[in-house]
């Protein structure tokens, strides 16, 4: 049963264009994060935030910024997309950190 | 892929047979998920370890973290089990989850 939202399921855009993913759970979590899963599968923390902090994976190009308006809702901005954004971005939520992380299914976002 | 090591890559196994999979790790893992992922791309909870062990119906997992390994172990093996099994790990400094490669397991009849 999911309860990590993701939208849209997919997104094609081109270079230089701003896009924006959206992400809410509803299983009170005080914690949610941004994953990105590349062409081979792997998965890498993006972003990890609660009320309180916002931890950012160094790798991560400042084109990249997530945002949110409650401890629900975490969304993710790309200010000018680039052919190696494209990727499988997945929004997760735990209670705290360290505790049990659940997955949205996931955007997948091509750019041509 | 590399704080997060997984073996095998691939694994392909008849319907009705056991096998394990394993993670070492690199970093200092406080707490270890096993996730299935679909061919559609989701995420399954599989297990949430602390050390020690849980089992649930036939998948039965164990994180050691004096070792620094987890294993998941597949008993009887249906073809629902297929998929990418993935392991990943927490350490206390809360960077979030650091992923294996992933293991793709096929189980054929």
């Known amino acids: 049963e999911t309860a990590v939202f993701q939208t849209p399921n997919y997104h094609v855009t081109q270079v230089g264009n701003e896009v924006s993913f959206n992400c809410k759970q509803t299983?009170?979590?005080?914690?949610m994060y941004w994953y990105k899963q590349d062409s081979k599968k792997l998965l890498k923390i993006m972003f990890s935030?609660?009320?309180?902090?916002?931890?950012v994976n160094e790798t991560v190009p400042r084109r990249f910024s997530p945002q949110s308006s409650d401890k629900a809702h975490l969304n993710l901005r790309i200010k000018s997309v680039e052919p190696e954004d494209s990727a499988v971005y997945l929004c997760a939520s735990s209670r705290q950190a360290n505790t049990e992380v659940f997955f949205g299914k996931g955007t997948r976002l091509t750019v041509v | 892929g590399d704080k997060v090591k997984q073996s095998p890559s691939a694994l392909s196994l008849q319907e009705g047979t056991n096998s394990a999979l394993r993670c070492n790790f690199s970093?200092?893992?406080?707490?270890v998920q096993w996730f299935l992922q679909n061919p559609r791309g989701s995420l399954m909870n599989l297990f949430y370890?602390?050390?020690g062990t849980k089992e649930n119906g036939r998948l039965k997992s164990a994180f050691d973290s004096k070792e620094s390994y987890s294993t998941l172990h597949i008993r009887d093996a249906q073809l629902e089990d297929s998929g990418t099994y993935f392991c990943a790990a927490e350490a206390n400094y809360a960077q979030g989850l650091t992923f294996g490669l992933g293991t793709r397991v096929s189980v054929f009849p």
């Open positions: 935030y609660n009320n309180k902090q916002l931890i």
């Open positions: 970093i200092a893992a406080t707490t």
């Open positions: 370890l602390v050390p």
């Open positions: 299983l009170g979590h005080d914690t």
